[in-house]
């Protein structure tokens, strides 16, 4: 039989080996006591999971403790067939694994991708929740952990799955229309149900490119549900994210209030984020054409009221 030995990851830029026996383990550990300094990891660990604000605000929580509390998580999440759970844990996880910081990563491969395959729902449904660079990373990895026969099982059913999966992908903004509707739920546009207005908006937008319209159909998401702008860039990516905040209220005593921080948000866009403004147009154009609809003369009184204000923020554009 063949005898196989954990195998090393490397630290960027240095040549020293992470774990490499019993020896090698304890220096992982006292590692990643290391990372406390890295405060984008805990920040978005804390939006996240707000439930575990204090463990993870604890000073001397580390990147590792966080993956020790999402592991029982995770499992029970599998468990519960919980997609949306285990879309933020495996999402943050691929966050962390996706960055420069190879820390991140080796925290990433050793505090969670190796201890979830205990589960077996997990490693059943790898091919759905782990992406195929991440599989490819952290494969020697699991194969060290799991044996070579347990492994290649694991990989063939992974390749196999992920081909099927590939064949009917969706595109990004019929996956973007599926989680809004599914997370704004039971809330109404008028009479109608919420889908109807984000319809509306994403037909305006779409001329615009697919993009827009992953925007448009994301664009109440955050500020009627309980949906973080961290959440949409686990899942759609940083300039989709960006675009919702924009476009998402702040807090404030009155509309008036509201509405004047976004707009000076949206005064202030540049570059990509531009396209917040193309949404936020259709958004309005949208809203007034359903007022004209259903004869909501005091809305429509209100838009044309703030519409000075509106234009100006949207200059911009010229």
Not at 113 to 127: G, K, L, N, S, T
Request: charged share 30%; with cysteine.
């Amino acid at each position: 039989m063949i005898q196989m030995r954990r195998p090393p990851i490397i630290l960027p830029n240095t040549n020293t080996r992470l774990f490499d026996g019993a020896q090698g383990g304890r220096r992982l550990f006292a590692h990643l006591l290391s990372l406390n300094s890295m405060s984008t990891w805990r920040r978005k660990a804390i939006e996240l999971f707000p439930d575990l604000r204090d463990a993870f605000q604890a000073a001397d929580t580390t990147i590792y403790d966080v993956f020790l509390d999402l592991l029982p998580r995770c499992r029970e999440a599998h468990e519960n067939e919980d997609n949306e759970e285990l879309q933020k844990i495996y999402g943050y996880v691929a966050w962390c694994a996706h960055q420069n910081n190879k820390d991140l990563w080796n925290a990433a491969g050793v505090g969670f991708y190796e201890h979830i395959i205990d589960c077996r729902q997990a490693v059943d449904q790898f091919h759905r929740w782990v992406e195929p660079d991440i599989f490819e990373d952290i494969s020697e990895l699991l194969e060290w952990a799991m044996g070579q026969t347990r492994f290649q099982k694991l990989k063939d059913g992974y390749e196999t799955k992920t081909e099927n999966m590939q064949k009917r992908d969706l595109t990004m903004m019929e996956e973007a229309r599926e989680f809004a509707v599914r997370r704004h739920g039971d809330q109404k546009y008028g009479d109608h149900p919420y889908s109807v207005h984000l319809d509306a908006v994403a037909r305006i937008s779409k001329d615009y490119g697919d993009t827009a319209g992953t925007i448009a159909y994301l664009h109440d998401v955050v500020e009627d549900t309980d949906v973080t702008v961290s959440e949409i860039e686990l899942k759609f990516g940083k300039l989709v994210a960006d675009c919702v905040a924009i476009l998402t209220d702040e807090p404030g005593k009155n509309r008036k209030e509201r509405k004047s921080k976004t707009y000076a948000k949206m005064a202030a866009v540049s570059g990509e984020t531009q396209i917040a403004l193309i949404v936020k147009a259709a958004d309005r154009l949208a809203n007034m054409r359903s007022c004209v609809a259903a004869n909501h003369q005091r809305l429509l009184s209100v838009y044309k009221k703030e519409h000075p204000v509106f234009r100006r923020s949207c200059l911009v554009l010229r």
